[in-house]
Every structure is written in C-alpha cells, then in structure tokens.
Nanobody, 119 residues
Framework: QVQLVESGGGLVQAGGFLRLSCAAS????????MGWSRQAPGKQRELVAR???????IYGDSVKGRFTISRDNAKNTVYLQMNNLKPEDTGVYYC?????????????WGQGTQVTVSS
C-alpha cells in the first residue's frame, strides 16, 4: 500500500502561481510513476501531469508551458509548479501514483487539494 499526503492548494488570482506537493509513504519502491489529475465541478477528472521514476514527463494539453512537474526520488515526493494560473484551472487536484506489486499494476490516489483561481 502507498499513502499520499498532498499540500499546497489554495486561492490565487489569475496570473498567479501555486506549488503543490505530494509525499508518498509505504511501499514506495513499487512506484513507477507519480502525477496529478484534477477535477472541476461537473467535469470528469483529467490528467494534468505525470512523471516516471526515470524522469519522463507528460502534460495535459491545457497546462503545457505553464505547469512543471518534478520529483525528488529521495523524498518520494512529487511537485507541481503551476504558473500563470487561469480561472479554468480551478478544481480539486489529486495526487496519483502508479506502481507494480507482485506483478500487478496498481493506482493510488490522494485525498485531493482545492485550487481556486479567481478572475
């Protein structure tokens, strides 16, 4: 099992920035990728960014060029630097890890942290 603790959400004006953190504990050696997804009211959850243990990254189209994901493997922590925030970035941001244990892939989610961008 992997436990996730998120922090860094809040209220910010459009054009501002926030930094999210997510620390993993438990079976961290099984983790192959960490990332963030978000869910706005009335919308489906969508991928924001993901980074593998090797450092490969992918981003959702709407955040490319504004958000940067990074990872501190020694601290089992993933960060999401969000710059030039827009009102449409508002939502609950969930930390997510993907891993493999006993030959089976699993996915774990954090409790979510609210990000609100005012216009």
């Amino acid at each position: 099992q992997v436990q996730l603790v998120e922090s860094g959400g809040g209220l910010v004006q459009a054009g501002g920035f926030l930094r999210l953190s997510c620390a993993a504990s438990g079976s961290v050696l099984s983790i192959t990728a960490m990332g963030w997804s978000r869910q706005a009211p009335g919308k489906q959850r969508e991928l924001v960014a993901r980074i593998t243990t090797g450092g490969s990254t992918i981003y959702g189209d709407s955040v490319k060029g504004r958000f940067t994901i990074s990872r501190d493997n020694a601290k089992n922590t993933v960060y999401l630097q969000m710059n030039n925030l827009k009102p449409e970035d508002t939502g609950v941001y969930y930390c997510n890890v993907i891993g493999v244990r006993f030959g089976t892939q699993y996915s774990s989610w954090g409790q979510g942290t609210q990000v609100t961008v005012s216009s």
